[in-house]
């Protein structure tokens, strides 16, 4: 997805999540969840407009903590950060940086790549859950260093997530041609219940960048349908994570249920 495409998906999932959220207000509703009033040129669609401006705005505010210029402090914020912070920005063209965007370094198989970036999305999942429960425990300050932590940990797995969804990192597909394409007719993008299994990750050194740009477009607009899929996903994950900090342990609570569900693979090369 693009800069604006991570927005849009993770803003919408939240809107969906706090509708049917039944914990306590400093669960359903912490700062990171607080909505920010934004004017899109298209509010559905991710564009080059959206895009080029949110990396504008991230460049000329990403050190003020000021709701109107760019918080640091907020998921929907930091999800598309991952793409722009300078701690992270090294990610997209090394090796070992592809598991951030759930793609495939050369040389390295599709299975290691899905066991890097599920691993990866747990990892941080579960470093979340701690952070958040400290930041419950101390009563920790909007935009304080604890809660700030805590966000940028919970937004490196969403904006992973949400990358599986895209075609241009991720091939999915319920069933193959014989020569090894997807069969589109096939796919229901657009049913959560039937979520297409993971078949393959893309390597981005050798991908055409501007068909890789028109993939992460098109899968990062609302109403498309690995738009809708990404969003749907995304609920779910942050109602596990939700679920988790409740509980009395530090445990990552339905991680391999989740897995099965949104991240399925089939027949990943060894």
Not at 29 to 42: A, S, T
Not at 161 to 174: I, M, N, Y
Not at 218 to 245: P, W
């Amino acid at each position: 997805m693009r800069c604006d495409g991570h927005i849009k998906l993770t803003s919408e999932a939240i809107r969906r999540l706090q509708t049917s959220c039944q914990h306590s207000a400093e669960i359903c509703n912490p700062p990171m969840l607080h909505p920010i009033p934004r004017r899109w040129h298209k509010p559905l669609v991710s564009n080059s407009v959206d895009n080029g401006l949110t990396a504008w705005q991230w460049f000329i505010g990403s050190g003020s903590h000021k709701p109107d210029v760019f918080d640091r402090g907020n998921l929907a914020n930091q999800v598309m950060a991952v793409d722009l912070n300078a701690a992270t920005r090294w990610t997209h063209d090394h090796p070992l940086g592809q598991r951030y965007h759930f793609m495939r370094a050369p040389g390295e198989t599709s299975h290691l790549a899905y066991l890097n970036a599920t691993r990866f999305i747990e990892e941080n999942a579960r470093a979340w859950v701690h952070a958040f429960k400290r930041v419950l425990l101390l009563k920790a300050p909007e935009h304080s260093p604890m809660r700030l932590e805590a966000v940028d940990k919970l937004a490196l797995a969403v904006h992973c997530l949400q990358d599986s969804f895209s075609p241009s990192h991720v091939r999915r597909a319920f069933v193959m041609s014989a020569l090894n394409f997807p069969l589109h007719l096939d796919i229901e993008l657009s049913n959560p219940n039937r979520v297409p299994p993971i078949r393959e990750l893309f390597v981005y050194a050798q991908q055409n960048h501007d068909r890789h740009a028109e993939e992460d477009y098109a899968s990062g607009s609302l109403h498309n349908s690995h738009g809708e899929l990404a969003v749907a996903a995304t609920v779910d994950f942050l109602k596990m994570c939700q679920q988790s900090a409740v509980r009395p342990s530090f445990a990552l609570v339905g991680w391999e249920g989740f897995k099965q569900k949104w991240l399925a693979v089939a027949d990943l090369e060894q």
